[in-house]
């Protein structure tokens, strides 16, 4: 019978180089840390087993390597986080169903952060939201300035939130789904209906009604989407500009 743990999965054996790098991680979570020797001899293992050990924990960003000095204690931020899931992401966005899935992402976070925009955005936030606003007002017919304004405005609203997690997550998903604007942006009509969504939303995060800044939201990806698949699939031209 295979023991089971108080969460009911299976007890895993670590590797050694595991053991050693979650003792050293935790060492580093008590403020302190110390140079490959000290480690060897502090846990009788050998060099190779310390530097693999240190090796996952740069992929988990607690430390940085580089080639001739000793590695350095790094300091986490949702940024460094988000930019090392960049990589698989690409890889996900590649597979089957993969911008589909995305798109539902982008979906469940931007509803939220417009929720929460209404509740918690400050009077400097609501005036950051509306210069982004009219920002992406005047940019409607230069399509580059529109993809950049656009942009802009999502990240006030992430921003209007208070929680540096949300514009790092935003962060990484404009890069994710950068593909997804470029296209929609170039039917005729997406520009002018996404600085109406625009309008509508800020309205609603303005006059801190969060259900209607989330339905505001949800419409205006759900069009977003519509553009890209259309455009895609048959071309910008085919998608009407009335």
């Known amino acids: 019978m295979v023991d089971m743990d108080l969460e009911g999965a299976p007890i895993r054996r ?37 530097r693999e050990a240190l090796l996952s924990l740069e992929k988990m960003g607690l430390i940085a390597i580089r080639s001739g000095e000793r590695a350095r204690v790094t300091t986490p931020t949702p940024r ?81 939130t208070g929680n540096p997690i949300f514009t790092s997550l935003h962060d990484g998903v404009v890069e994710w789904l950068a593909e997804q604007r470029h296209i929609s942006l170039q039917v005729p009509a997406a520009a002018r209906d996404a600085y109406a969504a625009h309008e509508r939303i800020y309205d609603a995060i303005a006059g801190r009604d969060p259900i209607e800044a989330q339905a505001a939201m949800q419409d205006h990806l759900d069009q977003v989407a519509r553009y890209y698949w259309v455009a895609r699939n048959e071309g910008p031209a085919r998608v009407s500009d009335e």
């Open 14 to 50: 670590r590797k050694l180089y595991e053991e050693v790098a979650a003792r050293i991680e935790a060492k580093i979570r008590a403020g302190g840390y110390e140079a490959e020797r000290e480690i060897m001899e502090r846990f009788g293992v050998g060099r190779s087993t310390v």
């Open 80 to 160: 460094v986080l988000i930019k090392e899931l960049s990589g698989a992401a690409r890889l996900l966005l590649a597979q089957k169903n993969g911008v589909d899935h995305f798109q539902d992402a982008r979906l469940l976070l931007e509803t939220g952060l417009a929720r929460l925009a209404a509740l918690r955005a400050s009077p400097s936030h609501l005036m950051a939201l509306e210069t982004a606003l009219e920002a992406n007002r005047r940019a409607v017919g230069n399509p580059e300035e529109s993809l950049r304004t656009d942009v802009a405005f999502h990240y006030a609203i992430a921003a209007s």
